[in-house]
């Protein structure tokens, strides 16, 4: 598989390759709604579904929050439930504007990575390391 901004002689060390593992995860989790090995973003693929379901059930979840303080009672311990909800659904937001921007940052990431590569070197063993880290 060919990166973007990358030939098939320095696509094998580079930075994007080490971090597939994360994003092949952050996919299984909703996070990162990008398609192919993260070179492309379209809105119209079951990745953006499967994020945008989670994202409904996390707005549902405070709508029935919200209604259970209303109409029942106040708590603290719902409102911490709330905050971790609310604070889910802002990341989901965030991941999804990265993954709009993920394909151009990939672009100039693979750039600056080549150019690193020629004057540092890669590092060795960076793909385990990533992998060990998370």
Not at 12 to 17: A, I, L, Q, R
Not at 100 to 116: A, F, G, N, Q, T
Request: hydrophobic fraction near 45%; glycine fraction near 4%.
């Amino acid at each position: 598989m060919i990166y973007v901004g990358q030939s098939k002689t320095d696509r094998f060390g580079s930075f994007h390759k080490s971090i597939n593992f994360l994003v092949k995860i952050a996919n299984c989790l909703g996070l990162l709604p990008v398609t192919g090995l993260a070179t492309e973003f379209k809105w119209r693929s079951w990745k953006c579904l499967y994020t945008f379901t989670i994202m409904a059930i996390f707005v549902t979840n405070s709508v029935i929050c919200i209604i259970n303080w209303t109409f029942v009672k106040f708590s603290l311990k719902l409102l911490g439930t709330q905050m971790n909800v609310i604070n889910a659904l802002t990341s989901l937001v965030l991941y999804v504007k990265l993954a709009k921007k993920w394909p151009k940052l990939v672009k100039v990431w693979s750039e600056v990575d080549r150019k690193m590569n020629q004057v540092y070197g890669y590092p060795k063993n960076l793909d385990q390391r990533i992998a060990v880290a998370t």
